[in-house]
Structures are given as structure tokens and as C-alpha cells.
């Protein structure tokens, strides 16, 4: 099976094809940016997603915009896991790899399975690309990949040829590749390719040509690899065993949109999105302009700071305020931010965080924000932080955010990252009609009102401007403890500055208790937060699987922590913490619980892999 495929196209025609069936695979994709992938990748995941197995995927963008055609840099992926078990990453190591050229194949070759079957387009190594690559040798015909089943077909040709009958031109017709190779693919797991087209003719419902072309491409593809009998092996995983309900596809920006409109409808009160584009946060934008009939407003600002100022202008006249960005964009909002805990103004900032700093890496994955959510503005400013797990617990986080937000007069920052915000994985649609509401009260009354008068949680009312009797000034400058007036005074100073770190600490009486996965006190607890929870879970799984007393904490909440996490750590010998940054979660734990505690870094722009984790946890037991 780890022997190179010979240079035939296709199969001799005896070999006889079995079937194999199986809990998990795993696919990637990988191109150029102009040869589709991460529209196959979509494509391919929601066929996986119709026949009703969980899954989880992962884009991998290039940070150069149209980067030159055939260079490392400028090659784009899209990777996914499927089973019929419950799936918590897109997986470490392909079971198979679609490399579209040269540059594709030596990216991403050593993340492939040793056995693994690499499809590659064959006409697309030619020497300039070769060149371009790297390749002294071209490893088609070389025997650098003999530890490999490896299928070369000519997908480009073959596209052209397919579609000869249609009457393109050849350089439209190759834009269809990446159909011709999902079929090949779809042939090598049983999938069906009607559901596909259907899609196809609907998302190019006015260009019936194109999709006539792209549906023959498909079907091409798939007709291909049937009739020459491409693969010796084809295979089957069985489909999951998945709670009923009605399902759909979506990634982390898509639910924290839907989170946001969501907190709106829950609370009876509209939405507004104030927001400038940066990947990878800009698709939240475009998911709540879709979404407008849901009495949501979203406005494209000039830059980072009118994004944040026009939420905190909405949030001053009575609706939900939301603006959206990354990290860099976050420290141009970071002035603004101070002035909405001086306003005591309810308002959610979400940080899709990428690898930085300054630009870095703007498509690569990283969470290295913390210190920045939890520290990141002048003055004792106080804000409380949540972060999300996965791409469906953005919408949950959504919502708690704008709870806190309005509960307790404060902004709220919501942290998520490039991984969760372009990932996707199956989303059971919850009912709106069993989903607690919150309840949001205006101040009505002008009798006895004082703008920072305070309720027990310290909160002080929201007031709509125009209501009658009820006219307030806030502003940057400091307030009077009740009045609001500009004050100048020490001790008024020091009062406000007390009592809004005491609102903000005051939130966690209201976490709820830790959920611990694995056995309540031994040798080790992983603690994490953000979107290592993945890789964490399997991880762990893995080690108790290998007799490891190893239990796993993820935190959502991280400003303020929880009320019982001393008392958590304590009982465990050794406290392990893995991160997508130097240590910055870490450092929040001794500086809080003077606990050491074992830092895992990573900082490559990368996830982690379930070995990565695993391998660390063995060493520590």
C-alpha cells in the first residue's frame, strides 16, 4: 500500500476494488488562492455535514493577498475531519491530501499520514513551478514519495477536456478544477454528488453556464475515478449516532453573528454593529448585514475607532452596541474602550484574534490578546473578559456577553480566534422559545434619579436620551460618585475607581461552578481556554485512555476567574497549560494563586495537534 502509483492514470483494469470501512477520516485540500480550495473544502464539508456525521474544519488561509501563482507562500488549504464519533478537531495528520501544484505538495507533505494518498495534478508540475517550489527534482518522478499511494492525474487537462462540449474558453474551463478534484474525492468516500449540484445551480442561479459547467466538472471527476478504477481501496465511515434535531453547518463568525441577533431578540431590544473590516473578524460584519431584518443596523466605519465610537454613541441611545475586530484593531480601539467604563455603558468588543504583533500573520491563528483584554488600556480600567471554545460556543458566548454587558453597565470583551472564527462544525438549531430571556429595564422614573446611583450589583441605571425628566451628561472626564458632575476631587477619584473594579470582581459570584472533565484531584489538570479546548479534549483522552490520571479545566471566563479555581488547582499535583502565546494565561494564574503551573507555548500560526498536547502530558506523568 506505501507503494508509489505508477504513471498510468488510471488503474489497470483486473485490479479488483475493495471496500473499507471506517470511524474517521481526514482531507485536505491545497492550492493556489485561485484554485478554490476553501470553496472544495466548504463544499466537501457540507456534504459530510448531509450525511450526518460530526466533523470540524479548518481553513488555512495565505497572509500575502494574491500572492505570485505557484509560490510556498501563496498556497491555500482547507482541511477536515469526519466520523462517526464525536469530533472535537479537524485532526493532526491527513489520511489524504489534494495538491494542486508543487507548492501545495511541499507544504503541506509532512503533515501527511506515512501511507497516506496524495491526488495530485500532474500537469501543474511543470518546470517553473517546480522551480518556484523549490523542487531540485520533480517528486513525481523522483523517489521522494515512496512512503506514499500516490495518484497522478491530470486535473487540469482533464477539466478542460470534460467541458470541450460547453463551448468555454480554456482558461474558464480550468477554473473548474477544483470541482473535477472534489468528485475525485467524493468517488474515494461513497459520497453522492446530488445534494452538491444542487448547490452548485443555486449558488450560481444567474450564470447557468458556470454551473453547468462546474455540475459537469463534478461529474466528471467522480466518473473518472469510477471507470478507471482509480483506487484499489475506497472507503466508508459510518455515520455518527447524532442527537435529532435540525442541524446546520457554521463557522465561529457565523454564530457569533447569530449569537448577537439572537441576545437582541432574547432581550426585546435592537442591535448595532459599528465595525471596520480586518480579517479575520470582517465575515461577522457581513453576517449581521445579512441579518438587517431582524431590526439589526450594522455600519462599515472608516476606521477601528469610529467603528467602536458609533457602538458606544448606539449603546448611549438605548440598543445593544457591538463592534468587531482583531488585534490590532483592538489597540486602536483601546482609548474608546476606557471611555465606555467611564460611561458605565453596556457594549461588546469581540477580538478574533490573529498572530501578531503589529500586522503579523493576518490569517494565521493565535491567542495571544489576553494580557491585552485583561490590561490592555490606561488607568485602572477594569473590563470583564469571556472567551469562546469552539465555533458553536461563539453564539452561546454571544449572548453571555451582552448579559454581563447590560446586567452590570459595563463593556464586555469576547475573545475568539482565526482557528474558531473560520472553522466550522455541525450546529444543532436551538428554540428561541425555550432559551431564557434577559430582562432589560430603562429607567423611567425621574424621582430621586442620579446617573451612578447604583443597584446591588453596583450597575447604575440605563437611561434612553429624550425621556422626560431624566436629562444626564456623562463623559471621559471623572464623575461625582452620584451625580455625574466633572470632579476633581482625590477621594471622589480613588471612590469610582473602587467601586468599578469592585462591579466588575463582583461577576463572579455569578460564574457558574468549574465543570472538571476526568477524575476531581490527582496528578494532572490541563487548563486551557479559547480554541485549545480541541486538541485539549483528545488529548486527554488519549492519556486516560493510556492508564493517566490526567484531568482537563477550560475556562470561559477570564476576567474575573471563577470563585473556586484556587481551590481546583490545588488539588492537583501539577497543573499543565497550553497556549497559543508565550505564557499569558499562565502568568494570570501565578499572579493570582501563586501557583506554578507548566507553560506549553505555541506561537507558529498554528494550532496545536493532539500529539503535541499528548506527548507533553505523558512526559508530565
Not at 26 to 40: E, H, K, P
Not at 408 to 425: F, H, K, Q, R
Not at 426 to 432: A, H, V
Given at each position: 500500500?506505501?507503494?508509489q502509483?505508477?504513471?498510468?492514470?488510471c488503474?489497470?483494469?483486473?485490479?479488483?476494488r475493495?471496500?473499507?470501512e471506517?470511524?474517521?477520516?481526514?482531507?485536505?485540500?491545497?492550492?493556489?488562492?485561485?484554485?478554490?480550495?476553501q470553496?472544495?473544502?466548504?463544499?466537501f464539508?457540507k456534504?459530510?455535514?448531509?450525511?450526518?456525521?460530526?466533523?470540524?474544519?479548518?481553513?488555512?488561509?495565505?497572509?500575502?493577498?494574491?500572492?505570485?501563482?505557484?509560490?510556498?507562500?501563496?498556497?491555500?488549504?482547507?482541511?477536515?475531519?469526519?466520523s462517526?464519533?464525536?469530533?472535537?478537531t479537524?485532526?493532526d495528520a491527513p489520511?489524504v491530501?489534494?495538491?494542486?501544484?508543487?507548492?501545495?505538495?511541499?507544504?503541506?507533505l509532512?503533515?501527511?499520514?506515512?501511507?497516506?494518498?496524495?491526488?495530485?495534478?500532474?500537469s501543474?508540475?511543470?518546470?517553473?513551478?517546480?522551480?518556484?517550489?523549490?523542487y531540485?527534482?520533480?517528486?513525481?518522478e523522483?523517489?521522494?514519495?515512496t512512503?506514499?499511494r500516490?495518484?497522478?492525474?491530470?486535473?487540469?487537462?482533464?477539466?478542460?477536456?470534460?467541458?470541450?462540449?460547453?463551448?468555454?474558453?480554456?482558461?474558464?474551463?480550468?477554473?473548474?478544477k477544483?470541482?473535477?478534484?472534489?468528485?475525485l474525492?467524493?468517488?474515494?468516500?461513497g459520497?453522492?454528488?446530488?445534494?452538491?449540484?444542487?448547490?452548485?445551480r443555486?449558488?450560481?442561479?444567474?450564470?447557468?453556464?458556470?454551473?453547468?459547467?462546474?455540475?459537469?466538472?463534478?461529474?466528471?471527476?467522480?466518473a473518472?475515478?469510477?471507470?478507471?478504477?482509480?483506487?484499489?481501496?475506497?472507503?466508508?465511515?459510518?455515520?455518527?449516532?447524532?442527537?435529532?434535531?435540525?442541524?446546520?453547518s457554521?463557522?465561529?463568525?457565523?454564530?457569533?453573528?447569530?449569537?448577537?441577533?439572537?441576545?437582541?431578540e432574547?432581550a426585546?431590544?435592537?442591535?448595532?454593529l459599528?465595525?471596520?473590516?480586518?480579517t479575520?473578524?470582517?465575515?461577522?460584519?457581513?453576517?449581521?448585514?445579512a441579518?438587517?431584518?431582524?431590526?439589526?443596523?450594522?455600519?462599515?466605519?472608516?476606521?477601528?475607532?469610529?467603528g467602536?465610537?458609533?457602538?458606544?454613541?448606539?449603546?448611549?441611545?438605548g440598543v445593544?452596541?457591538?463592534?468587531s475586530?482583531s488585534?490590532?484593531?483592538?489597540?486602536?480601539?483601546?482609548?474608546a474602550?476606557?471611555?465606555t467604563?467611564?460611561l458605565?455603558?453596556?457594549?461588546?468588543?469581540?477580538?478574533?484574534?490573529?498572530?501578531?504583533?503589529?500586522?503579523?500573520?493576518?490569517?494565521?491563528?493565535?491567542?495571544?490578546?489576553?494580557l491585552?483584554?485583561?490590561?490592555?488600556?490606561?488607568g485602572?480600567?477594569p473590563?470583564?473578559?469571556?472567551?469562546?471554545?469552539?465555533?458553536?460556543?461563539?453564539f452561546?458566548?454571544?449572548?453571555?456577553a451582552?448579559?454581563?454587558?447590560?446586567k452590570?453597565?459595563?463593556?464586555?470583551?469576547?475573545?475568539?480566534?482565526?482557528?474558531i472564527?473560520?472553522?466550522?462544525?455541525?450546529?444543532?438549531?436551538?428554540?428561541?422559545?425555550?432559551?431564557?430571556?434577559f430582562?432589560?429595564?430603562?429607567?423611567?422614573?425621574?424621582?430621586?434619579?442620579l446617573?451612578?446611583?447604583?443597584?446591588a450589583?453596583?450597575?447604575?441605571?440605563w437611561v434612553?436620551?429624550?425621556?422626560?425628566?431624566?436629562?444626564?451628561?456623562?463623559?471621559?472626564?471623572?464623575?461625582?460618585?452620584?451625580?455625574?458632575?466633572?470632579s476633581?476631587?482625590?477621594l471622589?477619584?480613588?471612590?469610582?475607581?473602587?467601586?468599578?473594579?469592585?462591579?466588575?470582581?463582583?461577576?463572579?459570584?455569578?460564574i457558574?461552578p468549574?465543570?472538571?472533565?476526568g477524575?476531581?484531584?490527582?496528578?494532572?489538570?490541563?487548563?486551557?481556554?479559547?480554541?485549545?479546548y480541541?486538541?485539549?479534549?483528545q488529548?486527554?483522552?488519549?492519556a486516560?485512555?493510556?492508564?493517566?490520571?490526567?484531568?482537563h479545566?477550560?475556562?470561559r471566563?477570564?476576567?474575573?476567574?471563577?470563585?473556586?479555581?484556587?481551590?481546583?488547582?490545588s488539588?492537583?499535583?501539577?497543573v499543565?497549560?497550553?497556549?497559543?502565546?508565550?505564557?499569558?494565561?499562565s502568568r494570570?494564574?501565578?499572579?493570582?494563586f501563586?501557583r506554578?503551573?507548566?507553560?506549553?507555548?505555541?506561537?507558529?500560526?498554528?494550532s496545536?495537534t493532539?500529539?503535541?498536547?499528548y506527548d507533553?502530558?505523558?512526559e508530565?506523568?
Amino acid at each position: 500500500m506505501n507503494k508509489q502509483i505508477p504513471k498510468q492514470d488510471c488503474m489497470p483494469a483486473a485490479t479488483v476494488r475493495r471496500v473499507e470501512e471506517l470511524d474517521r477520516a481526514i482531507v485536505r485540500f491545497a492550492g493556489d488562492s485561485g484554485d478554490g480550495m476553501q470553496l472544495t473544502g466548504d463544499a466537501f464539508a457540507k456534504i459530510i455535514a448531509s450525511g450526518g456525521y460530526d466533523f470540524a474544519t479548518r481553513p488555512d488561509y495565505p497572509s500575502e493577498i494574491r500572492a505570485p501563482t505557484g509560490t510556498l507562500f501563496g498556497v491555500s488549504g482547507y482541511q477536515i475531519q469526519f466520523s462517526s464519533h464525536e469530533v472535537f478537531t479537524s485532526g493532526d495528520a491527513p489520511d489524504v491530501l489534494v495538491a494542486m501544484n508543487p507548492a501545495a505538495l511541499k507544504t503541506n507533505l509532512a503533515d501527511v499520514k506515512r501511507g497516506g494518498a496524495i491526488i495530485v495534478n500532474s500537469s501543474a508540475f511543470t518546470d517553473g513551478n517546480l522551480s518556484k517550489a523549490g523542487y531540485q527534482s520533480n517528486p513525481l518522478e523522483d523517489a521522494s514519495l515512496t512512503d506514499y499511494r500516490v495518484y497522478r492525474v491530470d486535473i487540469s487537462g482533464l477539466t478542460v477536456r470534460a467541458l470541450e462540449s460547453l463551448g468555454l474558453p480554456p482558461k474558464e474551463a480550468g477554473r473548474c478544477k477544483n470541482y473535477y478534484a472534489l468528485g475525485l474525492v467524493l468517488c474515494l468516500y461513497g459520497r453522492p454528488l446530488d445534494a452538491e449540484e444542487q448547490r452548485i445551480r443555486a449558488k450560481f442561479a444567474g450564470k447557468a453556464r458556470i454551473a453547468e459547467a462546474n455540475v459537469t466538472a463534478l461529474r466528471a471527476g467522480y466518473a473518472y475515478a469510477e471507470a478507471c478504477e482509480m483506487f484499489v481501496t475506497t472507503y466508508v465511515v459510518r455515520p455518527g449516532n447524532i442527537k435529532p434535531g435540525v442541524y446546520r453547518s457554521l463557522t465561529g463568525n457565523q454564530a457569533a453573528a447569530l449569537g448577537f441577533v439572537t441576545a437582541s431578540e432574547l432581550a426585546g431590544v435592537p442591535l448595532f454593529l459599528g465595525s471596520y473590516p480586518i480579517t479575520p473578524a470582517t465575515d461577522i460584519l457581513h453576517e449581521l448585514a445579512a441579518l438587517r431584518h431582524y431590526n439589526v443596523k450594522t455600519f462599515q466605519a472608516e476606521d477601528e475607532i469610529a467603528g467602536i465610537c458609533s457602538a458606544i454613541g448606539a449603546a448611549y441611545g438605548g440598543v445593544l452596541g457591538v463592534t468587531s475586530t482583531s488585534g490590532p484593531g483592538m489597540a486602536l480601539k483601546t482609548e474608546a474602550l476606557g471611555l465606555t467604563a467611564m460611561l458605565e455603558l453596556p457594549l461588546v468588543i469581540i477580538n478574533v484574534q490573529r498572530a501578531g504583533p503589529s500586522t503579523g500573520l493576518p490569517t494565521k491563528v493565535e491567542q495571544s490578546d489576553l494580557l491585552q483584554a485583561v490590561y490592555g488600556r490606561n488607568g485602572e480600567c477594569p473590563v470583564p473578559v469571556i472567551a469562546a471554545s469552539s465555533p458553536a460556543d461563539c453564539f452561546d458566548c454571544a449572548i453571555e456577553a451582552f448579559r454581563i454587558a447590560t446586567k452590570y453597565m459595563t463593556p464586555v470583551i469576547l475573545l475568539s480566534d482565526g482557528g474558531i472564527g473560520n472553522a466550522a462544525e455541525p450546529w444543532r438549531i436551538p428554540d428561541l422559545a425555550d432559551m431564557a430571556p434577559f430582562e432589560i429595564a430603562f429607567r423611567t422614573d425621574p424621582e430621586g434619579f442620579l446617573p451612578y446611583a447604583r443597584d446591588a450589583n453596583l450597575a447604575r441605571a440605563w437611561v434612553r436620551p429624550g425621556t422626560p425628566g431624566m436629562e444626564h451628561r456623562l463623559g471621559g472626564l471623572e464623575k461625582d460618585f452620584l451625580t455625574g458632575d466633572i470632579s476633581h476631587n482625590p477621594l471622589n477619584h480613588q471612590r469610582m475607581v473602587e467601586v468599578r473594579a469592585a462591579k466588575v470582581a463582583g461577576i463572579a459570584r455569578e460564574i457558574p461552578p468549574l465543570a472538571i472533565s476526568g477524575p476531581r484531584e490527582g496528578d494532572l489538570l490541563v487548563v486551557g481556554w479559547g480554541g485549545t479546548y480541541g486538541p485539549i479534549v483528545q488529548a486527554c483522552k488519549q492519556a486516560e485512555g493510556a492508564g493517566k490520571s490526567v484531568a482537563h479545566l477550560h475556562l470561559r471566563y477570564l476576567n474575573p476567574l471563577p470563585g473556586d479555581l484556587e481551590e481546583t488547582l490545588s488539588r492537583y499535583r501539577k497543573v499543565l497549560v497550553p497556549e497559543l502565546n508565550l505564557g499569558q494565561l499562565s502568568r494570570l494564574l501565578r499572579e493570582r494563586f501563586l501557583r506554578d503551573v507548566v507553560v506549553l507555548s505555541k506561537v507558529q500560526g498554528k494550532s496545536f495537534t493532539q500529539a503535541e498536547i499528548y506527548d507533553r502530558i505523558m512526559e508530565l506523568c
